[in-house]
């Protein structure tokens, strides 16, 4: 299949289905073939960042215009401050200091906290939606969620937050292919900005800088082409 030119991850895909169902028919009796078990298919050596690239500035802007301001600020959230969707819907108001520009996520991976700087655009944005849904405003509270009196977001559940993302997105005419593009987006301006894979494995809350460095290695490594070529 390599030699017809399909992509390592579609073979892999079509080689661990045509296992899974071999192994439904032995386990039903109907054979004892095991064709695909020394089956080896090479691993997909291309850079996530250009399988699953960042959504672009164009992109970003698109939605965010026709978005409604729940679906605005979280995508600010997830594209600017770089929050995973969990984190993003876990925030409680006394979480965000758009004063300091800063935000304190207490439920990161591996229930690790950190806190997470905010761009001048997201304080701005935080200030207008917090004077609308926070303690106080007058949209605080909607009468169906008690959570509402804490948590930053009315929307229930991963999947209720990707419903009206998603919806934002459609009406823009811009595919949507998840939040994590979002955060990729957050991780690659601000390496472009200090150029420090440290700070940028602190800001998106890797474990690793490791991680950091293998997932943005070849952004790196195509600034510093573009910083050669102006020599």
């Known amino acids: 299949m390599l030699a ?11 080689v661990a289905a ?3 169902l071999y192994r439904a028919l032995r386990w039903a009796g109907a054979t004892e073939a095991d064709p695909f078990r020394d089956a080896r298919v090479p691993k997909d050596r291309t850079p996530g960042i250009i399988k699953r690239p960042p959504y672009s500035e164009d ?6 215009e026709k978005a409604d301001i729940h679906a605005k600020f979280l995508l600010f959230l997830t594209a600017h401050a770089g929050l995973r ?3 993003a819907l876990a925030l409680e108001w006394e979480d965000l200091d758009e004063a300091a520009k800063r935000i304190h996520v207490r439920s990161g ?16 944005a935080t200030r207008h939606y917090r004077g609308l849904f926070g303690p106080g405003g007058p949209d605080h509270t909607d009468g169906k969620r008690t959570t509402t009196a804490t948590h930053v977001f009315r929307y229930a559940s991963v999947m209720t937050a990707r419903y009206h993302i998603q919806k934002a997105f459609t009406v823009a ?3 949507f292919r998840g939040f994590h593009p979002g955060r990729k987006y957050a991780g690659t301006r601000l390496l472009q ?3 420090d894979f440290g700070r940028v494995a602190a800001h998106l809350g890797h474990e690793s800088v490791d991680t950091t460095r293998k997932g943005y290695a070849q952004l790196a490594a195509d600034d510093l082409k573009d910083d050669l070529s102006g020599w």
């Open 18 to 20: 045509a296992g899974c």
């Open 109 to 124: 991976k591996g229930r690790k906290a950190r806190i997470v700087a905010m761009s001048t655009s997201l304080a701005r």
């Open 85 to 87: 969707i969990s984190e």
């Open 173 to 175: 005419s811009v595919k």
């Open 4 to 14: 017809q030119g399909r992509k390592p991850a579609g073979v892999q895909l079509k």
């Open 59 to 64: 992109e970003l802007a698109d939605v965010l």
């Open 193 to 195: 900005q200090v150029k």
